[in-house]
């Protein structure tokens, strides 16, 4: 079992930059690849970035390559978003997940791929 809670959301001017963690509990955390969705109001989730479990290789969705970071540090139990030079547009509820199967090295882009879920954290990007 992964428990994950998201934090560092918040309101930032178009432009600004924020860090999202993701902190998961168990031993087996570093066995699990992650990934970061978003929901905007009145959309449905997306994906925006994952890494496998061995912290190897990142995959990110066009409309955040360049700008976001996805990364993890295994011995901290962290998974980490920076998000840079943020839009408007980025304005969303931020979702970290964990991969429902472990030590899979496969980018995993769809939700129904991911079988652990956080909370969500709020993010604003005013213009």
């Known amino acids: 079992q992964v428990q994950l809670v998201e934090s560092g959301g918040g309101l930032v001017q178009a432009g600004g930059s924020l860090r999202l963690s993701c902190a998961a509990s168990?031993?087996?955390?570093?066995?699990?690849?992650m990934g970061w969705f978003r929901q905007a109001s009145g959309k449905e989730r997306e994906f925006v970035a994952t890494?496998?479990?061995?912290?190897?290789?990142?995959y990110y969705a066009d409309s955040v390559k360049g700008r976001f970071t996805i990364s993890r540090d295994a011995a901290k139990n962290t998974v980490y978003l920076q998000m840079n030079s943020l839009k408007p547009e980025d304005t969303a509820v931020y979702y970290c997940?964990?991969?429902?199967?472990?030590?899979?090295?496969?980018?995993?882009?769809?939700?129904?791929?991911?079988?652990?879920w956080g909370q969500g954290t709020q993010v604003t990007v005013s213009s």
């Open positions: 997940a964990a991969d429902s199967q472990r030590y899979r090295s496969v980018f995993r882009v769809r939700e129904s791929e991911y079988g652990y």
């Open positions: 168990g031993r087996t955390f570093s066995s699990y690849a």
């Open positions: 890494i496998v479990w061995s912290g190897g290789s990142t």
